[in-house]
T-cell receptor
Framework: GIQVEQSPPDLILQEGANSTLRCNFS?????LQWFHQNPWGQLINLFYIPSGTKQNGRLSATTVATERYSLLYISSSQTTDSGVYFC???????????FGTGTRLQVFP | DAGVIQSPRHEVTEMGQEVTLRCKPI?????LFWYRQTMMRGLELLIY????????DSGMPEDRFSAKMPNASFSTLKIQPSEPRDSAVYFC???????????FGSGTRLTVV
């Protein structure tokens, strides 16, 4: 099945810093999502981004499907950005969404 | 839009008891997914439905687990009998159709003692 790898596994930042999270996947995909799991456990949909670039406030994402990776950019990080960031892609032609292992982000004041 | 609604938020039960988790998807969404999250295995798909019909239940761990979707606005995941290793957070998600993103509920934290 498709493999999804995320890096780095852990990231510690001071408030105001910028960061880039990476998601590599082993096969062609027709969609990709980024999620944020906050410290309370809620999974929040950040981007649905099969290709190209999208921006939402301080967050933006780029997927280069032909090279099988996606990047999530967080600018001017805030303590509320803390949590785990997951990317997820479908397995083959199914609806089965396969999650990466996540990047755990801690932002300190 | 109230989002995907799951109940209960927390459940503590004794080994051997039956547990029923509930999910109300977003109105108009045609697909519903049940996921389980543990420290060891991360997020795993258990089963999903399209238009109330189960499509893939290959992730259901064993016969103790069953899921139903009697109509477009309700689904249940049942564990009978429950075991301590079933302790996890169970998420329900829905999606309008292929080509759209998933929306997750807040999850049910299950503890089996």
């Amino acid at each position: 099945g498709i493999q999804v790898e995320q890096s780095p596994p852990d990231l510690i930042l001071q408030e105001g810093a910028n960061s880039t999270l990476r998601c590599n996947f082993s096969d062609s995909v027709n969609n990709l999502q980024w999620f944020h799991q906050n410290p309370w456990g809620q999974l929040i949909n950040l981007f649905y981004i099969p290709s190209g670039t999208k921006q939402n406030g301080r967050l933006s994402a780029t997927t280069v499907a032909t090279e099988r990776y996606s990047l999530l950019y967080i600018s001017s990080s805030q303590t509320t950005d803390s949590g785990v960031y997951f990317c997820a892609v479908p397995s083959g032609s199914t609806d089965k969404l396969i999650f990466g292992t996540g990047t755990r982000l801690q932002v300190f004041p | 839009d109230a989002g995907v609604i799951q109940s209960p938020r927390h459940e503590v039960t004794e080994m051997g008891q039956e547990v029923t988790l509930r999910c109300k998807p977003i109105s108009g969404h045609n697909s519903l997914f049940w996921y389980r999250q543990t420290m060891m295995r991360g997020l795993e798909l258990l089963i999903y439905f399209n238009n109330n019909v189960p499509i893939d239940d290959s992730g259901m761990p064993e016969d103790r687990f069953s899921a139903k979707m009697p109509n477009a606005s309700f689904s249940t995941l049942k564990i009978q009998p429950s075991e301590p290793r079933d302790s996890a957070v169970y998420f329900c998600a829905s999606r309008r159709s292929a080509g759209n993103g998933y929306t997750f509920g807040s999850g049910t934290r299950l503890t089996v003692v």
